[in-house]
């Protein structure tokens, strides 16, 4: 499966022609007559000012990531140190990550735990 990740976090402002760019998760710039403002770094993008005001030149990356398990596969997954049994429903990854999370049906009360990470998974039953 695919997953896309953020590598430029840019905008140029329309009035001052200014371009720049957020490096890290809290790098606030805003450009120098103040019309528009990145934030967000490689985590998400945050845009302050007005849409129209800004050119936007951020840049996407698209990776292949691999899951250890399928839909449908019957799972146990630490959940605050309870173990749960459960099947896999949804497999997907977090926004701009290569992180990946599972929502996993437990059958008995019923309850749909979500976003449960892979690494929280112990094993396949
Ligand atoms: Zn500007």
């Given at each position: 499966?695919?997953?896309?990740?953020?590598?430029?976090?840019?905008?140029?402002c329309?009035h001052c022609?200014d371009?720049?760019?957020?490096?890290?998760?809290?790098?606030?710039?805003?450009c120098?007559?103040?019309a528009c403002?990145?934030?967000?770094?490689?985590?998400?993008?945050?845009?302050?000012?007005?849409?129209?005001?800004c050119?936007?030149?951020?840049?996407?990356?698209?990776?292949?990531?691999?899951?250890?398990?399928?839909?449908?596969?019957?799972?146990?997954?630490?959940?605050?140190?309870?173990?749960?049994?459960?099947?896999?429903?949804?497999?997907?990854?977090?926004?701009?990550?290569?992180?990946?999370?599972?929502?996993?049906?437990?059958?008995?009360?019923?309850?749909?735990?979500?976003?449960?990470?892979?690494?929280?998974?112990?094993?396949?039953?």
């Amino acid at each position: 499966m695919k997953a896309a990740i953020i590598v430029k976090n840019a905008i140029r402002c329309k009035h001052c022609g200014d371009v720049i760019e957020s490096k890290s998760v809290h790098d606030y710039i805003a450009c120098s007559c103040g019309a528009c403002a990145v934030d967000g770094g490689r985590h998400y993008l945050r845009r302050c000012g007005n849409p129209d005001d800004c050119e936007e030149l951020s840049e996407y990356k698209e990776v292949e990531i691999t899951p250890k398990y399928k839909v449908g596969d019957v799972v146990t997954f630490d959940y605050f140190g309870n173990v749960i049994k459960g099947t896999i429903q949804v497999i997907d990854t977090f926004p701009n990550s290569t992180i990946i999370e599972c929502d996993i049906l437990e059958p008995k009360e019923p309850r749909l735990y979500k976003h449960i990470l892979e690494s929280q998974i112990i094993s396949k039953i």
